[in-house]
């Protein structure tokens, strides 16, 4: 029987536009040894039946469509249904670099006591197309974690988790729309929690009109507010919890959305796809990237 070591999560909803884009370039970088996993959550635009079609030529490994409750949900199903020793996210309106992905699945092949791995990224949207890397910032909220054990958030876009460790890490929450901090601060708050940190650029989030960020902007707010009073209490350290500062351009882009103020539309999707795609390819040609974990 084929060992799986590496299994690709792809939660989806009504992303036809967008969906085709990713699963094709994911499928230019499939290896041997890794699956992907599909949850749709009943797709009435057609992306349903597009993985149906998928799934039946062979090309995705495992596929699921029912109703789910938010994307935490169809993660959870998505992460239960996978047989890889390690989970990597892949989000169906975003963009990836597979050669930074396979650097990380064989360090953490190698390092079988690391329980998961961040990569860093970049964020992109339809009104400012550079792409704004998350270095050096996400690595000092990391090494302010390694020294002091102060939780820190990051993107689920860079998360990797080693499959054996969820009964410690646990699943995702279903109480947050934004699973990715939730899920950070919560895992690297767990004493025993060892997590290693790449500092290669992997992954761009596109942000669009279908985005959960954009559709969902007050209630994100509240999320953040909510985080910061569980994990920081009534005093919360801000500057280490917001990591590298983006928490709070993410608030203020958040409450321009509420207000209108936030033009979306500037650049097409396609426009920031292209430009990220090769964005990714450059900075990682001309960057030396490292992973950090307990030992370095």
Known sequence: MKTINLSY??????????????????????????????????????????????????LIHKFLSEQDYAQAHGC???????????????????????????????????????????????????????????????????????????PFAFCDLGLMIRKSSLPYLGLFSSAFLRLDAEYALRTSSLPKTKIAWYTGHCWVRLANEMSISTRSQKNMVDEWDKLELIYFGKSPQKKYFIGFGLMEKVKTMIKRIIKKEYDLGKHSWEEMYKNAEKWLEEINKNTDAAFYYHEN
């Open 9 to 58: 999560i792809i939660t989806t909803k009504n992303k036809i536009n967008y969906l085709p884009h990713v699963i094709e370039k994911l499928l230019q970088n499939i290896q041997p040894d890794e699956e992907i996993v599909v949850v749709d959550s009943d797709s009435n635009d057609g992306t349903k039946e597009y993985l149906a079609e998928l799934f039946k030529k062979g």
């Open 76 to 150: 959870n199903k998505a992460l239960l249904l996978a047989e890889g020793k390690l989970l990597k996210i892949i989000n169906d309106d975003d963009i990836f670099y597979y050669a930074g992905i396979r650097k990380c699945k064989e360090f953490m092949l190698e390092h079988q006591e690391i329980d998961l791995l961040g990569m860093d990224g970049a964020g992109t949207n339809v009104n400012d197309i550079i792409c704004h890397s998350t270095y050096p910032e996400y690595l000092n909220a990391f090494n302010k974690w390694r020294t002091d054990r102060i």
